[in-house]
């Protein structure tokens, strides 16, 4: 099987797994110990949970601290949730629904338009009265990457708090400053079921999730060594090889580009993480394509709305209608994605849309 669906999940980093398996020991070894106990057992498994939480904060800004949490959703619903009640809460049109969903919840909500290319300017007004605006650095569907930077100036210069979803971002380019910062492990290459809120120092939230106040008074709940120090070990090779994943990226994205030449680029080419390459042939049977391919993983949309039927709310939004959308897929790979893989899923993808009559 060819994996081309990066965004979707990232294949577990051998470091990842290495790292988890000390804190995944049964009674015969010292690993399982609760990071919250006074004893030995757990102030080991404490100080592997701090070593992993230096090593997520590495590639984050300076001047805040890093809540660790079940995983970006739940990052998100805490940053949102905890971090105020009166006021307009800002999305772009092309944000994750764990943000727009938690917005709408939460009260008034503003939409951020995006242009055909697939960003979201900071040239557009924001309603008065507004108190966290929100805009993810690199879109999960067709990534782009947004000019996050100027939003949260834009945010701070309208006395309001600024949320980035760096989940596609984090571990591959340099995460732009912001209040809060959400993150998850596994696309990454750490494991599934763990993920960080990062929080600017001197930004209080209020606990959504009551208990025990185990991460800094603000997320309850008794935390996983094993998860989080693959979390940790993730970061710490995605920032050994940041340059050198990016490299080899680029080269696959030059010739994906060359094999899938006859169709049509969803989004900016230029302002891009080089691993997405969401691409479409007008009158495509998206469904008997993954049947005809189904050897090769890929997506025909976000992994998260898979199934629902509905199109893409990313697609419409720069513009496609509904069969335009709909004749899409998304392709993605990574540091383990070979050339050679590139080329015999370009083979059967093109050999499968040809069949189609396209």
């Not at 949970?49 to 997520?56: G, T």
């Not at 600024?162 to 995460?175: R, S, T």
């Not at 790979?333 to 590139?342: A, C, P, Q, S, V």
Request: aromatic letters at 6%; one cysteine or more.
């Amino acid at each position: 099987m060819i994996y081309l669906d990066y965004q979707a999940t990232t294949p577990l980093a051998p470091e990842a797994r290495d790292a988890m398996l000390r804190w995944l020991d049964g009674p015969g070894g010292a690993g399982f110990g609760n990071p919250h106990s006074a004893h030995r057992m757990g102030r080991q498994a404490r100080a592997a949970i701090e070593l992993a939480r230096h090593r997520v904060a590495a590639l984050l800004p300076p001047g805040g601290r890093v809540i660790f949490t079940s995983g970006a959703t739940e990052a998100i619903n805490l940053a949102i949730r905890g971090s105020g009640s009166q006021g307009t809460v800002c999305y772009s049109a092309i944000e994750h629904s764990a943000v727009s969903d938690t917005a709408q919840s939460c009260g008034p909500a503003h939409v951020l338009g995006v242009d055909a290319e697939g960003l979201c300017l900071p040239d557009q007004a924001i309603p008065g009265g507004t108190r966290l605006v929100c805009v993810m650095q690199v879109n999960n569907e067709i990534g782009t990457i947004q000019p996050s930077a100027e939003w949260h100036r834009k945010a701070a210069g309208n006395n309001a708090l600024f949320l980035c979803d760096a989940v596609q971002a984090y571990g591959k380019i340099e995460v732009t400053g912001a209040d809060m910062i959400a993150l998850s492990a596994h696309k990454f290459h750490g494991p599934k079921g763990v993920g960080a809120l990062w929080v600017r120092d001197g930004l209080d939230l209020d606990e959504v999730q009551t208990g025990g106040g185990q991460e800094y008074g603000i997320r309850s709940g008794t935390l996983s060594p094993a998860l989080i120090a693959g979390m940790g070990a993730a970061a710490h090779e995605a920032r050994e090889r940041m340059a050198e994943d990016a490299a080899h990226v680029e080269a696959l994205w030059r010739r994906a580009r060359e094999l899938f030449g006859a169709w049509e680029l969803n989004g900016s080419a230029q302002a891009r993480w080089r691993g997405n390459m969401n691409i479409r042939r007008d009158g495509l049977d998206v469904g008997r394509l993954m049947s005809d391919c189904r050897d090769v993983m890929f997506s025909a949309g976000s992994a998260c709305a898979s199934g629902s039927g509905r199109p893409s709310h990313v697609l419409k939004a720069i513009g496609l209608d509904d069969r335009q959308a709909k004749s899409s897929i998304r392709l993605g790979w990574g540091r383990y994605t070979t050339m050679d893989e590139i080329e015999q899923a370009a083979d059967a993808i093109n050999e499968a849309a040809e069949a189609q009559g396209l």
